[in-house]
């Protein structure tokens, strides 16, 4: 059972940074692909970006390719996204999501762990 906590979200000005953390239960999170996806009131789930087991990888969403970033530290089983020139339309939940294999693929139903989520809301 991988467990998953979103922690880092909050408020922020439009055009300010925030940095989410998500940290894994699982032992072996270097057998585990990690990404985020967040959701807006009314919208679907969309994909941000997400980063293979071995970090090799990593995928960007359309949105937010050159403002978002996502790291990983094994040893702390933890993964960051770091988010920069935040817009209003960034607020959102964001989730961080697992998937027991080394491909990231921005659909949400192949992520099998998921967290609770953590608000992100951007002033304008």
């Known amino acids: 059972q991988v467990q998953l906590v979103e922690s880092g979200g909050g408020l922020v000005q439009a055009g300010g940074s925030l940095r989410l953390s998500c940290a894994v239960s699982?032992?072996?999170?270097?057998?585990?692909?990690l990404a985020w996806f967040r959701q807006a009131p009314g919208k679907e789930r969309e994909f941000v970006l997400g980063i293979n087991w071995s970090g090799t990888s990593t995928y960007y969403g359309d949105s937010v390719k050159g403002r978002f970033t996502i790291s990983r530290d094994n040893a702390k089983n933890t993964v960051y996204l770091q988010m920069s020139s935040l817009k209003p339309e960034d607020t959102a939940v964001y989730y961080c999501?697992?998937?027991?294999?080394?491909?990231?693929?921005?659909?949400?139903?192949?992520?099998?762990?998921w967290g609770q989520g953590t608000q992100v809301t951007v002033s304008s």
């Open positions: 999501a697992a998937k027991t294999d080394n491909s990231v693929f921005p659909i949400a139903a192949l992520y099998y762990y």
């Open positions: 699982e032992r072996a999170i270097n057998t585990i692909t």
